[in-house]
């Protein structure tokens, strides 16, 4: 996987993840608000609200807050209008980075990400500059501590996984976009607990960036996800866990 992940993960040990819950559970609802309003309030029949709800359960959501979301996206429509925006763009280093946001304001979304990128030394393209270097894909992480490679790899081609590889201390489990839940399920069916599961967007390749341009990188990352309109930020970066730790202080 791209050192973005490694850093998300490093950014859950440090506690920082725990100090934006707030704002991350808004982020969670606003998703499931549009999932519901765009495609039914019934997740059987909807498999963006499903990932959408299945991702808040994941980030320890309450109930009550899912329920309450569902319950304004299938509203009369007078409440919230979200737009969805894809801006594109390179950082540091020559990342390529995407950023997705949901939006009901295009103007404000427009101006705060132009504004992120150029204060830490990135620059915005035009649509399709960057998004040709990723591909969308299910990733679902497995402690590897856990279990072994033939009892995953048994459980997630069963369910329709396209590939298991050993990244650093996890199973990475690689699906289609549409056979995720198949997969995430399967796994749950055979007694395995993933430590992540995402609809995201991998990197055909990837960049690695000098120990100077990875600080000014992750710190444009940082600034795209504090922005309440983005929803995820996805980048082409490969950054050592050494000098991820190192940067990280």
């Known amino acids: 996987m791209s050192g973005h992940s490694k850093w998300a993960t490093i950014k859950r040990k ?60 299938a509203g009369s429509g007078d409440g919230e209008a979200y737009e969805s925006i894809t801006y594109e763009g390179y950082g540091p280093g020559g990342v390529a980075i995407l950023c997705l946001m949901l939006t009901d304001n295009r103007n404000r979304a427009a101006s705060d990400v132009r504004h992120i990128f150029s204060k830490h030394g990135g620059s915005l393209g035009t649509p399709g500059t960057v998004a040709w270097q990723f591909e969308r894909k ?18 997630a081609l069963d369910a329709g996984a396209e590939d298991i590889t050993l990244d650093g201390t996890q199973w990475q489990v690689a699906t289609a976009p549409a056979d995720f839940a198949a997969v995430r399920h399967g796994l749950e069916a055979a007694g395995l607990a993933y430590a992540s599961a995402d609809l995201t967007m991998i990197p055909k390749s990837t960049v690695e960036p000098t120990e100077p341009e990875a600080r000014r990188l992750l710190k444009l990352v940082d600034a795209l996800e504090d922005n309440d309109d983005v929803q995820e930020v996805f980048a082409n970066f490969d950054i050592s866990e050494e000098m991820l730790e190192a940067v990280a202080t």
């Open 138 to 155: 299910g990733i679902i992480l497995v402690d590897a501590d856990t279990t072994d490679e033939d009892t995953v790899m048994e459980a």
């Open 14 to 73: 440090k506690g920082a993840a725990d100090a934006k819950r707030g704002q991350l559970f808004s982020k969670l609802a606003r998703a499931i608000i549009v999932a519901a309003k765009e495609g039914g309030p019934d997740p059987e029949s909807n498999a963006t609200l499903a990932n959408a709800i299945q991702k808040a359960r994941d980030n320890s959501m309450p109930k009550d807050n899912i329920e309450r979301a569902i319950a304004r996206g």
